[in-house]
């Protein structure tokens, strides 16, 4: 099970919610109501919360507790939400630049360069989430086209705006499941049908 959310979308009080006591009203946040959801269930499966979105201290400073060993996030209202040990927490940043010391530390910073692990593991597991018809297909076109162009864009093509090989990759992925939406690949001759797909979306 897993919950994924951009922090930055949000204000502080849509992300933790707030207590208006003069009011006598109480407000839930998006990421109270994935934790309180992820804390009371009873599965024994892993639970992941995936937050991608730049960390500062306008809403990370908050999760400090979350991360220490008191492992649990008290709400306005004084209720207490328990982390338990099959529940994690991923930060998805481009950087750490507005990051405090305090939350670096509590977690572990893991920094993934794209020129190690490169697009291949994202197009493999594209792929598997096809039918078995569409993944030969896939694996056969991407085998055969996608070096050579990548190789090809990367030493002959120059971008006004900087582009990843990886976001270049997705893109191509996202057109050709806009593509197999609309129509079944059987009705399709991969090389005159897909093929163009892969070739045209990359700049040239």
Same mark, same amino acid.
């Given at each position: ?15 933790? /919610? ?15 109501? +994935?934790?309180?959801? #992820? ?13 991608? /979105? ?6 990370? $400073? ?9 492992? /649990? ?5 004084? $209720? ?10 991923? #930060? $998805? ?8 010391? /305090? ?8 920094? +993934?360069? $794209?020129?190690?692990?490169? !697009?291949?593991? #994202?197009?493999? @597991?594209?792929?598997?989430?096809? @039918? ?12 055969? !086209? ?19 090989? #990886? ?38």
């Amino acid at each position: 099970m897993y919950k994924q959310l951009n922090p930055k979308a949000f204000h502080t009080t849509q992300l933790f /919610g707030y207590a208006d006591r003069q009011a006598g009203t109480v407000q839930d946040g998006v990421l109270t109501l +994935i934790l309180r959801h #992820f804390s009371s269930s009873h599965k024994e499966d892993q639970k992941w919360l995936v937050l991608d /979105g730049t960390v500062d201290s306008d809403w990370a $400073e908050s999760l400090n507790s979350v991360m220490d060993d008191s492992r /649990g996030l008290t709400l306005a209202t004084n $209720e207490r939400i328990s982390i338990t040990n099959n529940m994690k927490m991923i #930060f $998805e940043v481009g950087d750490l630049s507005h990051a405090t010391p /305090g939350t670096v530390s509590r977690a572990a910073a893991l920094y +993934i360069n $794209e020129s190690d692990i490169g !697009y291949q593991p #994202f197009v493999t @597991s594209w792929i598997r989430k096809h @039918s078995e018809t569409e993944q030969l297909v896939l694996s056969t076109l991407f085998n055969k !086209y996608l070096p050579l162009i990548v190789n090809r864009v990367k030493t002959n093509v120059y971008n006004v705006i900087t582009l990843s090989v #990886f976001n270049m990759v997705r893109t191509v992925c996202w057109i050709i499941d806009g593509l197999l939406s609309q129509t079944n690949l059987d009705k399709l001759s991969p090389e005159r049908h897909v093929r163009p797909f892969i070739l045209l979306s990359f700049p040239h």
